[in-house]
C-alpha cells in the first residue's frame, strides 16, 4: 500500500469506529485524541482493525505511533508497503 | 464424536451478554451465548398481553448524551459496537422529580435545573452542591479501593442538612444500588453522573429496539444464540474452566467462560466450588405495577417523566420488616412524557409504571390463589401511596399488570430476584478461576447502558487482548 491508500484505510477504520464524525476536515499534523476525543478503547480498537483487516501486529509499547494520521502513516508505511489494497 | 471448541461462551443473552458477543464476534472469535430463557433481553425483555406491549424493566435509559457527543458511556457504546447515534432512536425526558413530604425537587438532562431547584428549597447548601460536583470520580478512575466508600459518611461530610442527602440518594438509590440503606460511593459517583449530568431518554419503540439491534447484529457477525439452553454446570478442571454441561446434558467446550449471570450465580454452576459466598446476593427486589389509562397520562394530570418520591424525611431503602412490600416509597414512570420526534406521534395508549420494594420469600411462599390476589392488594396499596406526591390519574386506569419478584426471577434466575445484584461487586470481573470472568449486574455497572458498556469492557480485557 502507498501511504495515500494507508491514510484512506486508516480514514475507513475511523468512520467505522466512529460514523457520526465528519472526518472531511481531520487535519493529519494535529492528534486524533484532540479533533475526535479517542479514547485508549478506541486505540486499542484501531491496532485491533489494523490486525483484522491485514494482520498488522502493533506492540503495545508502540501505541503512541498513532497519535495523529501523520505520524501512523509513516509507522506503517514499513509494515503495509507489502500489502496489495484489495 | 465431534465437539465444536468455541473461543468463548457467553452465559446470558442479557443486555451485557450480548453486548459482549457483539465484540468478539466482530473480531472473528468463535462465540455462543447461551440463554436459559426462551426469549432474550433478561433483566430487560419485553412481553405481550392482551393485545398491548410491555416492557419488563425499561422507564428510562440513562446516561443520555446528545448526538455528537464524544464522551460518556453512550458515545463509548455506540463506538464500540459501531452502532449510531439514531439507531437507538432516543428521545429526552420531558421533566423529573423527587418528591418527598412538603417538598420537590425537579430535575432534567441539564443539570443546571437541579441546581436552581437546590439554590432555591437549600439555600445553604448549595457551595456544598457545587463542590460536590468538582469531587465526583470520573468513570474511568473508579478503583475496588475507593468504590466501597460509604456515600453516607462522604455526604454527611460535605452537606449540613439531611434532608437534601436523602433527596439527592433517592433517585440514585432507586435505579442503581445493590446494598440497603447505605450505598457504595463508585456506584453512587457512577448513577449521580448517569441520571443527574448526563440523563434519561427512551426510544419511541421501547426496549424492544435495543435488544433487536443488539441480536441482529450479533447474528449478522456470525455469533451463535441459543435460547432455552441453561448452563447447569461450569466444567472445572484443576483452576481451569473447560467447559459447560447445558441442562439438556449437551457438554460445550470453550477456551474461556464470560457469565453475565451473577457472582454468587456463577460461583455455584461451578463443578469445584463447595462453599459460596452467600452473604454477597442481594436482598433488594420490586414489584413493578403497570397502569394502562384511557387517555395521555399527561391529560390525567400527570406530566413528568419520572417521579421519585418518599413519605417522610427519612429515605427508606430496606427491604421490607414484616409485609409483601414497602410502599412508602417508590417510582413512578410515564413511557408517554419523552420528547418524541414529530414523525413519531404518541405511544398509543397512556402507561404509568410504579415499582415498590417488595420481599422475595413471601412472594415466593404464595400459592397460586393468593398470589394473584396479593397482586391486586398491592396494586391498589402502592397506586393509593403515590397518590400522595402525584395526582390521582386512577379514575383513569382502564387495564392493569403487576409483575413480582416471581417474575423477575423467572426472567433472570437471579438469586432473591435481586435486580441490582449482589451486595460487592467485581470491578475487574475475575473469578477463582483463571478463564472465568464475570460481566454484568455483579461486575458493577447496572442498568442498560451500565450492563452493555460492562459487556464491552470485560469482552476487551478478558477476551480480546490475550490474543493480542
Ligand atoms: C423492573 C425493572 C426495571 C428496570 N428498569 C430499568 C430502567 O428503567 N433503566 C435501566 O437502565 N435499567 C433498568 N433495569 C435494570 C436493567 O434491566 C439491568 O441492570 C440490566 O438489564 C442487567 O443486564 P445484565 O446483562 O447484567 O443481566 P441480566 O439482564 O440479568 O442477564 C442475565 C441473563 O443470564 C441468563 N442466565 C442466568 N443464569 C443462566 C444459566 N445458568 N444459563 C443460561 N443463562 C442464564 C438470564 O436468564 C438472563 O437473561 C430494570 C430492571 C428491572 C427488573
Redesign the interface.
Known amino acids: 500500500m502507498t501511504p495515500a491508500e494507508i491514510r484512506d484505510e486508516i480514514l475507513d477504520i475511523l468512520s467505522e469506529i466512529a460514523p457520526d464524525e465528519d472526518l472531511s476536515d481531520l487535519e493529519d499534523a494535529k492528534s486524533f485524541r484532540e479533533q475526535m476525543e479517542l479514547d485508549s478503547m478506541d486505540f486499542l480498537d484501531i491496532v485491533m482493525e489494523l490486525r483484522k483487516r491485514h494482520r498488522v501486529q502493533i506492540p503495545e509499547d508502540e501505541y503512541t505511533n498513532l497519535a495523529s494520521m501523520a505520524s501512523t502513516v509513516s509507522y506503517l508505511e514499513p509494515k503495509m508497503k507489502d500489502i496489495i489494497k484489495a | 464424536m465431534s465437539t465444536t471448541e468455541y473461543d468463548t461462551i457467553i452465559i446470558g443473552a442479557g443486555m451485557s451478554g450480548l453486548a459482549a458477543g457483539i465484540r468478539l464476534a466482530h ?2 472469535q468463535r462465540v455462543c451465548v447461551l440463554e436459559k430463557h426462551y426469549t432474550i433481553g433478561g433483566l430487560n425483555s419485553f412481553y405481550r398481553i392482551n393485545g398491548r406491549n410491555y416492557d419488563v424493566g425499561l422507564h428510562a435509559m440513562t446516561n443520555f448524551t446528545e ?2 457527543a ?2 460518556g458511556p453512550l458515545a ?1 457504546l ?3 459496537l ?4 439514531d439507531d437507538f432512536q432516543l428521545a429526552p425526558q420531558a421533566g423529573s422529580a423527587v418528591a418527598f413530604p412538603h417538598i420537590q425537587l425537579n430535575f432534567n438532562n441539564d443539570i443546571q435545573l437541579l441546581r436552581s431547584e437546590i439554590a432555591t428549597h437549600f439555600p445553604t447548601q448549595i457551595d456544598r452542591f457545587d463542590r460536590l460536583l468538582s469531587e465526583l470520580i470520573e468513570y ?1 478512575d473508579l478503583k475496588q479501593e475507593d468504590f466501597e466508600i460509604s456515600t453516607r459518611q462522604v455526604l454527611g461530610g460535605i452537606f449540613a442538612d439531611p434532608l437534601l442527602i436523602e433527596m439527592l440518594l433517592c433517585p440514585l438509590m432507586w435505579y442503581g444500588n445493590a446494598r440497603q440503606d447505605d450505598m457504595d460511593y463508585g456506584q453512587f459517583c457512577i448513577m449521580f453522573r448517569s441520571i443527574f449530568l448526563e440523563g434519561f431518554a427512551r426510544p419511541f419503540k421501547g426496549v424492544r429496539l435495543i435488544l433487536k439491534n443488539l441480536v441482529r447484529r450479533f447474528r449478522e457477525l456470525g455469533g451463535h444464540l441459543k435460547l432455552r439452553s441453561g448452563v447447569e454446570r461450569i466444567d472445572v478442571d484443576s483452576g481451569h474452566a473447560m467447559g459447560v454441561t447445558l441442562e439438556d446434558g449437551t457438554q460445550l467446550t470453550a477456551k474461556r467462560i464470560l457469565s453475565s449471570a451473577g457472582v454468587v450465580e456463577t460461583m455455584r454452576l461451578c463443578s469445584d466450588s463447595s462453599v459460596v459466598d452467600v452473604d454477597r446476593t442481594g436482598e433488594l427486589t420490586f414489584i413493578e405495577s403497570i397502569s394502562v389509562l384511557d387517555c395521555q397520562p399527561k391529560k390525567a394530570g400527570f406530566d413528568k417523566t419520572i417521579v421519585f418520591f418518599n413519605d417522610s424525611d427519612k429515605f427508606h431503602w430496606h427491604q421490607p420488616e414484616s409485609d409483601l412490600c414497602d410502599v412508602r416509597t417508590g417510582v413512578l414512570c410515564s413511557p408517554n412524557n419523552y420528547l418524541y420526534g414529530d414523525t413519531e406521534g404518541e405511544l398509543e395508549a397512556g402507561f404509568i409504571r410504579q415499582t415498590s420494594i417488595a420481599h422475595f420469600g413471601r412472594w415466593m411462599e404464595l400459592d397460586e390463589r393468593a398470589y394473584r390476589q396479593q397482586k391486586m392488594r398491592w396494586y391498589d396499596l402502592s397506586t393509593q401511596a403515590a397518590a400522595q406526591f402525584v395526582p390521582d390519574f386512577r379514575r383513569h386506569v382502564i387495564d392493569t399488570d403487576v409483575f413480582t419478584p416471581k417474575t423477575i426471577r423467572r426472567f433472570t434466575s437471579h438469586d432473591n430476584g435481586a435486580v441490582y445484584g449482589a451486595t460487592k461487586k467485581q470491578l475487574d470481573g475475575t473469578t477463582h478461576l483463571d478463564n472465568l470472568y464475570l460481566c454484568g449486574t455483579d461486575q458493577g455497572f447496572v442498568g442498560i447502558v451500565g450492563a452493555i458498556v460492562s459487556g464491552i ?1 470485560m469482552a ?1 480485557q478478558h477476551c ?2 490475550s490474543d ?1
Not at chain 2, 82 to 85: G, K, L, Q, V
Open positions: 473480531y472473528d448526538k455528537g464524544k464522551k463509548r455506540l463506538k464500540q459501531r452502532f449510531r447515534w474511568d469492557s476487551n480480546l487482548r493480542l
